[in-house]
């Protein structure tokens, strides 16, 4: 069970192409955004659908492998681990930022 401890899985589209960055001592670094999309009947009888977007991050050979195969609109499968991180923005304004680290992808849909 120690694995399931902060486990995030996600199935939807990605909302733009990585953005990658090749850092110094040749470390990868992707991100990314997924909308998944629940559709449900409300209590009115109304066919409601409701998308929620995802910041992801993909390292090293992960990273790599968005950049080459990913691109906006692609369906993927992602699972990784919860996040949180905060940042100062350029006015100074402390931002704080919920993300996926991913550790696996699953590429989903026919080829392009």
């Known amino acids: 069970m120690n ?3 902060n486990k995030v899985q996600l199935i939807g589209h990605l909302g733009m192409n990585p953005e990658v960055k090749h850092l110094d001592g040749g470390k990868t670094l992707a991100k990314l955004s997924i909308a998944t999309s629940e559709r449900y009947t409300n ?3 109304e066919k409601v659908s409701d998308t929620q977007w995802h910041n992801l991050v993909a390292w090293g050979k992960t990273a790599e492998i968005a950049e080459k195969y ?3 609109g692609s369906e993927v499968a992602i699972e990784g681990k919860l996040t ?5 923005d350029k006015e100074g304004v402390k931002k704080y930022i919920t993300e996926v ?3 696996e992808i699953l590429m989903l849909g026919g080829k392009d």
């Open 3 to 5: 694995n399931l401890r």
């Open 70 to 72: 990913l691109k906006k």
């Open 101 to 103: 680290v991913i550790s």
């Open 84 to 88: 949180s991180r905060s940042y100062e």
């Open 43 to 45: 209590s009115k009888g």
